[in-house]
Nanobody, 116 residues
Framework: QVQLVESGGALVQPGDSLRLSCTAS????????VGWYRRAPGRQREFVAS???????NYPRGVKGRFTVSRDNAKNTVYLQMRDLKVEDTAVYYC??????????WGRGTQVTVSA
């Protein structure tokens, strides 16, 4: 079974930086694209970032300029570098492929808590 496993979540303070990892059991390129999403308590899951095979990245307005998505092909890993974290960034973060999103199949995610 193909898996995308998230890691790197932590408890940090406002203004801190954190890097999340999304490691695949197969080549990252086999997914076509990989996206990052998050679900905050009491809220619906929302899109955070994506990276296509061609290297095109995309971010919603709320994180653009603070979050950066990248990948290491040799490690089959996609990263989400987060800077200047805010309390409202607190959420469980997930990575997924377009097919996984379409099928509503999600991993466990990784918890990011931003608190003073």
């Amino acid at each position: 079974q193909v898996q995308l496993v998230e890691s790197g979540g932590a408890l940090v303070q406002p203004g801190d930086s954190l890097r999340l990892s999304c490691t695949a059991s197969i080549s990252i390129f086999d997914f076509g694209a990989v996206g990052w999403y998050r679900r905050a308590p009491g809220r619906q899951r929302e899109f955070v970032a994506s990276l296509t095979n061609g290297g095109v990245d995309n971010y919603p307005r709320g994180v653009k300029g603070r979050f950066t998505v990248s990948r290491d092909n040799a490690k089959n890993t996609v990263y989400l570098q987060m800077r200047d974290l805010k309390v409202e960034d607190t959420a469980v973060y997930y990575c997924n492929s377009p097919r996984g999103v379409e099928n509503d199949e999600w991993g466990r995610g990784t918890q990011v808590t931003v608190s003073a």
